[in-house]
């Protein structure tokens, strides 16, 4: 089976072998993906450590062998900010040698300097610095026992994004779709759920009854998702002329942010507890 790494910001899925076509997903620098087939010169079919299907092109992944391997190998961090740059020198005049989004992994050294400045690896075997407080722990387990933790870490998340733009296919602080939301909230998490808006087996999101809703529970409608955060308040991102993003919502009609449109069409809650 051969496999590559994403060595772009963010690697664009089409659902096409074209840049015309719909942009399906986004997965981030650094991230391991499997492929499937070539059915052009210029792209590949892949499937990522979420099972989730596209078309990239070439020019987004990483096919050396001998650097993956190295890569699978090294220690690697999570980005949680937003957007950071990866220079060549520990100080600001240092020049970019790549750009990474939160949600992007990256091997980092152990300690950093006075200045806060860490060294890090690229997957293309490039060495440069990112400050330390730019990188958190990459998280790929859960622990049902911890609910209470874990449903508060997942909406937390989720709020990281608030006012991000609207992007179909969008998984990043750069632009994010309803399912890119909810998905990646529970991905910084250790938790890998279907990244479209529904419910699909083999993924540990299951249906429950409205009255059992809790934070971090999710809430579907027709073609759509959001996040409950309790007291009839959850988060979204949204194409709606006027919120443009990510923003959060009521279901209470006495509040001003209250969305009838959604309200009135919930079709499921889903729940990883």
Same mark, same amino acid.
């Given at each position: 089976?051969?496999?590559a790494?994403?060595?772009?910001t963010?690697?664009?899925?089409?659902?096409?072998t074209?840049?015309? /076509?719909?942009?399906v997903?986004? %997965?981030?620098?650094?991230?391991? +993906?499997k492929?499937? /087939?070539?059915?052009?010169?210029?792209?590949?079919e892949?499937i990522?450590? #979420?099972?989730?299907?596209g078309?990239?092109?070439e020019s987004?992944?990483?096919f &050396?062998e001998?650097k993956?391997?190295?890569?699978?190998?090294?220690?690697?961090?999570?980005v949680?900010?937003p957007y950071a740059d990866?220079l060549?020198?520990?100080?600001v005049?240092?020049h970019?040698?790549?750009?990474?989004?939160?949600g992007? +992994?990256?091997? *980092?050294?152990? %300690?950093?300097?006075?200045?806060? !400045?860490?060294?890090? /690896?690229?997957?293309?075997?490039?060495?440069g610095?990112?400050?330390?407080?730019f990188?958190?722990?990459?998280i790929?387990?859960y622990?049902?026992?911890e609910?209470?933790?874990?449903?508060?870490?997942i +909406?937390n998340?989720?709020?990281?994004?608030?006012?991000?733009?609207?992007r !179909?296919g969008?998984?990043?602080?750069?632009g994010?779709? $309803?399912?890119?939301? $909810?998905?990646?909230?529970y991905?910084?998490n250790g938790?890998?759920? #279907?990244?479209d *808006?529904?419910? *699909?087996?083999?993924?540990?999101?299951?249906?429950i009854?409205?009255?059992n809703i809790?934070?971090?529970d999710?809430?579907?409608?027709?073609?759509?998702v959001?996040?409950?955060?309790?007291?009839?308040?959850?988060?979204h991102?949204?194409?709606k002329?006027?919120? &443009?993003? +990510?923003v959060?919502? /009521?279901?209470?009609p006495?509040?001003?942010d #209250?969305r009838e449109?959604?309200?009135v069409?919930i079709k499921?809650v889903?729940s990883?507890?």
């Amino acid at each position: 089976m051969k496999y590559a790494v994403i060595n772009n910001t963010t690697a664009s899925l089409m659902k096409e072998t074209t840049r015309d /076509s719909e942009l399906v997903d986004e %997965d981030f620098y650094g991230r391991k +993906v499997k492929i499937l /087939s070539q059915p052009d010169y210029e792209w590949y079919e892949i499937i990522t450590q #979420y099972h989730y299907k596209g078309y990239v092109h070439e020019s987004e992944l990483l096919f &050396d062998e001998e650097k993956i391997k190295i890569w699978d190998g090294a220690e690697k961090k999570v980005v949680l900010q937003p957007y950071a740059d990866v220079l060549s020198m520990p100080k600001v005049q240092g020049h970019r040698l790549t750009s990474l989004t939160k949600g992007a +992994v990256i091997a *980092a050294g152990q %300690d950093a300097n006075a200045d806060g !400045w860490v060294t890090v /690896s690229l997957c293309d075997g490039r060495t440069g610095y990112m400050k330390e407080k730019f990188l958190g722990t990459l998280i790929t387990s859960y622990y049902l026992e911890e609910e209470k933790k874990l449903r508060l870490d997942i +909406v937390n998340t989720a709020l990281t994004y608030m006012g991000t733009q609207y992007r !179909w296919g969008g998984k990043s602080p750069l632009g994010i779709d $309803c399912s890119g939301l $909810c998905s990646v909230a529970y991905l910084l998490n250790g938790v890998i759920i #279907y990244r479209d *808006a529904g419910i *699909a087996d083999g993924f540990p999101i299951h249906e429950i009854p409205f009255e059992n809703i809790k934070p971090a529970d999710l809430l579907f409608f027709p073609g759509h998702v959001a996040m409950y955060m309790g007291d009839n308040r959850y988060v979204h991102s949204t194409g709606k002329n006027g919120s &443009d993003g +990510v923003v959060v919502n /009521s279901l209470n009609p006495e509040d001003k942010d #209250y969305r009838e449109d959604l309200a009135v069409k919930i079709k499921a809650v889903g729940s990883l507890f």
